[in-house]
């Protein structure tokens, strides 16, 4: 099975063909990509690149375009001042599919 790390938006995913994972929101346009490879491994055999593994592309596309994370509360609190505020935040993902490692 062929694996490979690969980088969207400043972090890396190792993934694998077929598998799907959620990385930072992409533009709207964006329906495929073709990203490079940092590593590659191929069964016992492992490719290191220099900055990028020459000769592989990972192709991916867009499965769903806006996905929310769980919702984060923080929580500013002051003792004995009665001050408090509370603040909520989701992240936004993008679902990709990993089509091919070629």
Do not use: C, N, W
């Amino acid at each position: 099975m062929k694996k490979a790390v690969i980088k969207v938006g400043g972090k890396q995913y190792l993934v694998s063909e077929g598998e799907t994972i959620l990385v930072d929101l992409l533009p709207e346009a964006t329906k495929t990509l073709e990203l490079d490879a940092l590593l590659e491994i191929d069964g016992d055999k492992t490719s290191v690149g220099a900055p990028t593994v020459k000769g592989i592309k990972v192709k991916a596309e867009v499965v769903e375009g806006e996905v929310k994370g769980d919702k984060l509360r923080v929580i500013r609190y002051h003792s004995k001042k009665r001050v408090h505020k509370e603040v909520g935040h989701r992240q936004k993902f993008s679902q990709i599919k990993i089509v091919s490692i070629k």
